[in-house]
């Protein structure tokens, strides 16, 4: 069972692209002038997709790729998740009404950034040139890592997610939710499509 689910599992390089393509993405939501609340769950956010990112990698990925790459290869990568986890603390320590707080979360991105263009032009070329045969257990076992660690972080999860909607965002979710509560609704009581009634049917 345990090799049949790493064949079907995403291999660990697709892993970390979805992680890196992730955290961007909340990125790009942030904005000098959004509200308090929404910086601060975005940062959240970040922050705990960074540091889940980063343990699993120190843990899985570079174990594996140390024992066919050159050491070379991976001298910064854990002194660069280092100089994150020390720009992820003085952001959970600061404000968000600090005028350093928007200076130091694109700090944190600024690194992130050169972080992941190393990784996608380097390390994961040379994962999947070197170690082709182990990326799907590898990507098993990251997956199966994940949910562990997330599970002991999911109020701070919930929380961040929760925050990080954008006041459109929230009432486009509402809006969705309500006209699907009325077609549903609509549905039960005999509505055909487009609000045409069954026949012998009251509505």
């Known amino acids: 069972m345990s090799s049949l689910l ?14 890196h393509t992730h955290v961007l993405s909340a990125f790009h939501q942030y904005e000098i002038g959004s509200s308090p609340r929404l910086k601060k769950g975005l940062a959240d956010k970040v922050s705990l997709a960074i540091e889940i990112h980063t343990q699993l990698e120190e843990e899985i990925f570079y174990p594996a790729l140390r024992v066919v790459a050159d050491d070379e290869m991976l001298r910064k990568s854990t002194p660069e998740h280092d100089e994150m986890r020390g720009l992820i603390s003085r952001l959970r320590n600061m404000p968000v009404n600090d005028p350093a ?14 972080h992941v263009a190393d990784e996608e032009t380097m390390l994961l070329p040379a994962a999947e040139r070197l170690i082709p045969e182990q990326l799907a257990e590898l990507g098993s076992r990251m997956t199966k890592r994940r949910i562990e660690l997330a599970g002991r972080r999911t109020p701070e999860l919930a929380s961040s997610m929760a925050r990080s909607f954008s006041a459109g965002a929230l009432f486009a979710a509402g809006s969705a939710m309500l006209s699907g509560a009325h077609l549903l609704t609509r549905h039960r009581h005999g509505a055909g499509p487009l609000g045409r009634t069954r026949p012998g049917r009251a509505v």
């Open 101 to 114: 707080y928007d200076t130091t979360f694109f700090e944190l991105m600024r690194h992130l950034m050169h």
């Open 6 to 19: 790493a064949q079907l599992s995403p291999s660990i390089t697709n892993l970390i692209r979805l992680d």
